[in-house]
């Protein structure tokens, strides 16, 4: 199997030979949000604020795989998730990041057709499923919640501080396939927003093989602000083939029978 990427040889257009999900599979990620007209995010009175708990993770390896940069805490992480949408807890398994070539695209959900420089998820597994007890086994489960991504756009603004300290590291994993551990400690939860009240949610799938369609989506409406250095930073890693990794996005996919439903008015 040729390794899947981004360019004309092996990006979203090819995954359907080794992945026929990509063009038969009708949960597809990511979506294009629109929130007027007939398609339009539906006002759910019903959601409720996402519940996160964070603990400053203090044992975590950040990783380049050729496709993104990934941090990823030691098994023994606490951090969980709950509230929104879910009626289950969820574990937190890793976060990674999706950008572009220049501001104006990178993220992979959009807003009535707008990109975000950048988007970030964090990936979580239902801890409380009795079909499965890893993550891995989750992605292979077939549940259609098996893992909840919590999605927040990036835009160009103001350096993040809380984000400092993993945009400072991506030179030192420039080389695909390279890792480090993480130094010291990392406040996840200082990175996002203070309230997780405004969000869209729908069912979904990974964006990239194996495209596995066990995914409810959480995408925030608030985005976070970096600066253009932390942007540059991650234009500035490699993905194997001694070319900069300049567009980790998938395209949107068609929403066919879904809806998505929306926290606020
Ligand atoms: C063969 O089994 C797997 C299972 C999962 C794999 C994977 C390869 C890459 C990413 N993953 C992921 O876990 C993964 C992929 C995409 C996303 S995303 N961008 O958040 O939808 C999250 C997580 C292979
Ligand atoms: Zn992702």
């Not at 695209?105 to 707008?114: A, D, F, L, T």
């Not at 350096?159 to 406040?187: M, Q």
Request: one cysteine or more; proline letters at 8%; a negative charge.
């Amino acid at each position: 199997m040729a390794p899947w990427g981004y360019s004309k040889e092996n990006g979203p257009a090819t995954w359907h030979k080794d992945c026929p999900i990509a063009n038969t599979g009708v949960r597809q990620s990511p979506i294009d949000l629109i929130t007027t007209g007939q398609t339009c995010a539906k006002y759910d009175s019903n959601l409720k604020p996402v519940i996160v708990s964070y603990p400053a993770f203090s044992e975590a390896t950040f990783l380049n795989n050729g496709h993104s940069v990934q941090f990823q805490p030691s098994a023994g992480n606490l951090s969980e998730l709950s509230g929104g949408p879910l009626t289950k807890k969820y574990k937190f398994e890793q976060f990674h990041f999706h950008w572009g070539n220049n501001d104006s695209e990178g993220s992979e959900h959009r807003v009535n057709g707008k990109m975000y420089p950048a988007e970030l998820h964090l990936v979580h597994w239902n801890s409380e499923s009795p079909n499965f007890s890893s993550f891995q086994e989750a992605v292979g489960s077939n549940d259609p919640h098996a893992l909840c991504v919590l999605g927040f756009f990036l835009k160009v603004g103001a350096e993040n501080a809380s984000l400092k300290p993993i945009t400072d590291l991506l030179s030192k994993v420039k080389n695909a396939g390279s890792s480090v551990s993480f130094p010291g400690k990392f406040d996840l939860k200082a990175v996002l927003p203070e309230t997780l009240t405004d969000y869209y949610t729908y069912d979904g799938s990974l964006t990239t093989p194996p495209l596995a369609e066990c995914v409810k989506w959480i995408v925030f409406k608030e985005p976070i602000e970096v600066s253009t250095a932390q942007m540059e930073a991650f234009r500035a890693v490699d993905d194997g083939h001694g070319k900069p990794i300049t567009g980790n996005y998938r395209p949107p996919c068609p929403l066919h029978t879904r809806t998505v439903a929306a926290s606020f008015k």
